[in-house]
């Protein structure tokens, strides 16, 4: 079956620190999106992604943050310089289309230092 | 605001016995209410959902959830639980607000489900 993948699966950094997740949707979806959840609270969304643009962000999406599908395959978020509450476990999910069912990896942890 | 609400953390559960996990939830218009199941180490799985139709939706596992437009809820339910169903279930709501075509979810903060024999 088909499903998403995340590397890595855990990211530890130092405050400050730019770091790159990494993401391989399924192959044929065309709607992409992170989503984070800091240790006990709720999953939240970050920002969505559809024909090589943002659609939607949330507050929380800032300058800081970005997102990028350099080729066919790979969606990568990057924060550029990390702070001590970026900690957290990132999702990515993906669907094939927008109001579809999201299918999400496994998650990467990120631990800032 | 739309929201989700899960007012139990944690729910214990003998094997064998039925199973409830609560959800209610506050939107603009009609809902697209979801249920997503978290195990140790693992993404977030799809177990069902809701769109319109009949009010008692089946999904993956022997999973089934009722919708209840009055009451505004969106119950998770098992006949007989098992040992493996436990896990970190979390129900969620399409974001009818900026998700536009593109459908963000609002997750709520998620019940861990117990079973134990």
């Known amino acids: 079956e088909p499903e998403v993948t995340q590397t890595p699966s855990h990211q530890v950094t130092q405050m400050g620190q730019e770091v790159i997740l990494r993401c391989v949707p399924i192959?044929?979806?065309?709607?992409f999106y992170w989503y984070r959840q800091i240790l006990g609270q709720k999953v939240e969304f970050l920002v969505s992604f559809y024909n090589n643009e943002i659609s939607e962000k949330s507050e929380i999406f800032d300058d800081q943050f970005s997102v990028e599908r350099p080729d066919g395959s790979n969606f990568t978020l990057k924060i550029r310089s990390t702070k001590l509450e970026d900690s957290a476990m990132y999702f990515c999910?993906?669907?094939?289309?927008?109001?579809?069912?999201?299918?999400f990896g496994a998650g990467t942890r990120l631990s800032v230092l | 605001a739309q929201s989700v609400a899960q007012p139990e953390d944690q729910v214990n559960v003998a094997e064998g016995n039925p199973l409830t996990v609560k959800c209610t939830y506050s939107v603009s218009g009609n809902p697209y209410l979801f249920w997503y199941v978290q195990y140790p180490n693992r993404g977030l799985q799809f177990l069902l959902k809701y769109i319109t139709g009949d009010n008692l939706v089946k999904g993956s596992y022997g999973f089934e959830a009722e919708f209840n437009k009055s009451q505004t809820s969106f119950h998770l339910k098992k006949p007989s639980a098992l040992v493996s169903d436990s896990a970190l279930y979390f129900c969620a709501v399409r974001d009818m607000l900026y998700g536009g075509s593109q459908g963000n979810l609002i997750f709520g903060k998620g019940t861990k489900l117990s079973v134990k024999p």
């Open positions: 999910a993906s669907s094939e289309r927008g109001r579809n069912i999201q299918y």
């Open positions: 192959s044929n979806h065309l709607y």
